[in-house]
């Protein structure tokens, strides 16, 4: 069975490692010339955390069928073929795993010096060679990333003035939104519910513009939302673009399998509802699915889409369904929220440490943290 996967991400890698330890003949299709460290990793190298260079996480054999430097353009499902930079490459069964890309930042003075769009690998290195210098610095976009990129700059003395429209952690109960936001600012945070409109000075970053104000600052960091990236292929893609896959990562069209953040889980029977979970956790599980299932095997990914993150010594961890999907597949959801007791951790409903080398499931790791934290009190 040949099995190609491309994309040499978390996805991909587990994906190509899982098909080979069942026997298949593995392809991997990789852009890049070498493989980088992990993306949840990348926002370390501001505080000096982490070290640039080449990832060390590849073992020896996947090495062996990597064929770097091998853009997949367009997949031909009906012959059965990837179309690459070096030329066609043919399979029995492929797995998509090509990850997520960004739309260009539309705001006013973007091209200026000192304005960061957080697109990859070379900009949390540039950002990294020239934080320190900074006294002033407005973070905005991306979620949750923005308040951890923020605590970080924070944390090497600059004054950070955070904008988030949407307030932060959107996807969160009040009573654990408030604690944060309470811990951001007593770390001397600015907090502001507001969209960027555009950045202000002759040549560099001068003062950012929102919602009318003007706030002094000499650099901007703007973390640009991701989007799915499949390369072209013909097969059905969710509300976001990504490929739409079931429980065991299988397409719309036999043979392809996705896997990652360039695919979108299908939930429930109906293809309007569809959900990119874009975690380290979900590409690593989905990942292993995708690849057993394309070397023939017949496993099952039950997805919880749980995340963990630490902001101000606060744990935050949550999983399952947010609210707004709930209400998309018609679930009338009740929300229970439980703030920190004694300990530092606000629960709500499973945990996940993106670099933990444990590979217990988000939701076994929760249930250990409760009756650790019962045990304590
Ligand atoms: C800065 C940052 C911090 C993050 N922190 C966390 C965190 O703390 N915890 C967490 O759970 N998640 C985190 N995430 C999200 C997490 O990193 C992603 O969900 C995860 O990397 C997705 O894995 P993937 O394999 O699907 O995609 P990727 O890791 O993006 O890998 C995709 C690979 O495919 C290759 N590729 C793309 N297109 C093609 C093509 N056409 N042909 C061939 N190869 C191609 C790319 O070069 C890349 O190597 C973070 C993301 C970012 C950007």
């Known amino acids: 069975m040949r099995v190609v996967v491309v994309g040499g991400g978390v996805a991909g890698l587990a994906a190509a490692s899982e098909a080979h330890s069942l026997g298949a003949e593995v392809t991997l299709l990789e852009s890049s010339e070498s493989y980088l460290p992990p993306k949840s990793g990348w926002p370390s190298l501001l505080s000096g955390e ?12 996947l090495r062996e069928f990597s064929k770097m430097g091998s853009l997949v353009a367009e997949v031909n499902v009906a012959e059965r073929t990837a179309r690459t930079s070096r030329g066609p490459v043919e399979y029995d069964s492929i ?3 090509t990850g997520s890309t960004h739309a260009d930042p539309t705001f006013r003075g973007s091209g200026k010096k000192n304005v960061f769009i957080m697109r990859g690998y070379p900009d949390y290195l ?7 210098g ?7 976009g991306g979620g949750p990333l923005s308040l951890s990129i923020a605590e970080k700059v924070s944390s090497m003395g600059a004054k950070v003035l955070l904008l988030s429209p949407t307030g932060l952690l959107g996807q969160l109960s009040e009573v654990v939104r408030r604690e944060v936001e309470r811990r951001a600012k007593e770390a001397g945070l600015v907090l502001l519910r507001s969209p960027l409109d555009g950045v202000a000075g002759v040549e560099r970053v001068e003062a950012v513009v929102a919602s009318g104000s003007v706030h002094a600052s000499e650099a901007l960091i703007f973390l640009p939302a991701p989007r799915p990236n499949p390369p072209r292929l013909a097969v059905e893609v969710g509300l976001n673009g990504g490929i739409l896959v079931d429980d065991r990562m299988r397409s719309s069209s036999p043979a392809v399998y996705a896997a990652g953040d360039c695919a979108e889980v299908r939930l429930g029977s109906t293809s309007s509802s569809s959900s990119p979970m874009m975690y380290q956790s979900a590409a690593r599980a989905m990942g292993r699915v995708a690849g057993a299932n394309a070397a023939g095997g017949s496993a099952v990914a039950r997805l919880a889409s749980a995340a963990s993150h630490t902001f101000f010594g606060y744990e935050v961890c949550y999983g399952g369904l947010s609210p707004a999907e709930g209400t998309r597949l018609g679930i009338r959801l009740l ?3 439980t703030p920190a007791r004694g300990a530092d951790l606000a629960y709500q409903e499973s945990s996940f440490g993106p670099l933990s080398p444990t590979d217990l499931s988000p939701i076994a790791l929760a249930a250990k943290t409760c009756l650790l934290m019962r045990k304590q009190s």
């Open 50 to 61: 982490a070290q640039p260079g080449p990832s060390e996480r590849i073992d020896h054999e």
């Open 95 to 97: 797995v998509i795993a």
């Open 126 to 132: 540039r950002l990294a060679n020239e934080v320190r």
């Open 134 to 140: 900074f006294a002033r610095v407005c973070v905005t």
């Open 335 to 337: 929300e229970v929220s």
